[in-house]
Nanobody
Framework: QVELVESGGGLVQPGGSLRLSCAAS????????MGWYRQAPGKQRELVAL????????NYANSVKDRVTISRTMAKNAWFLQMNSLKPEDTAVYYC??????????WGQGTQVAVSS
């Protein structure tokens, strides 16, 4: 079992930056894929970024590519989403995501990101 807790959300002006963090506890050593999803009001949850700990390959949504970077600790107990040049359309609840080798999937409780002037 893995527990995930996000932090770092908040209100930022357009063009600003935020860094989201996800802290994993429990059997985090079994995690293979780490990532972030988001859900805006009235919309479906969508992928933002993923990283595979086996080969460090990353996958980004086209809407955020070139503006966000996902990174992780080598211990796989934390990962981060650096978001730059934020736009109002980036406003959403951001969820931390993990997948282990079984595979089981895990979700955090979400952190709100609001981009507004």
């Amino acid at each position: 079992q893995v527990e995930l807790v996000e932090s770092g959300g908040g209100l930022v002006q357009p063009g600003g930056s935020l860094r989201l963090s996800c802290a994993a506890s429990g059997s985090f050593y079994m995690i293979r894929i780490m990532g972030w999803y988001r859900q805006a009001p009235g919309k479906q949850r969508e992928l933002v970024a993923l990283i595979n700990s086996d080969d460090e390959r990353t996958n980004y949504a086209n809407s955020v590519k070139d503006r966000v970077t996902i990174s992780r600790t080598m211990a796989k107990n934390a990962w981060f989403l650096q978001m730059n040049s934020l736009k109002p359309e980036d406003t959403a609840v951001y969820y931390c995501y993990a997948e282990d080798r079984i595979p089981n999937t895990y979700w955090g409780q979400g952190t709100q990101v609001a981009v507004s002037s």
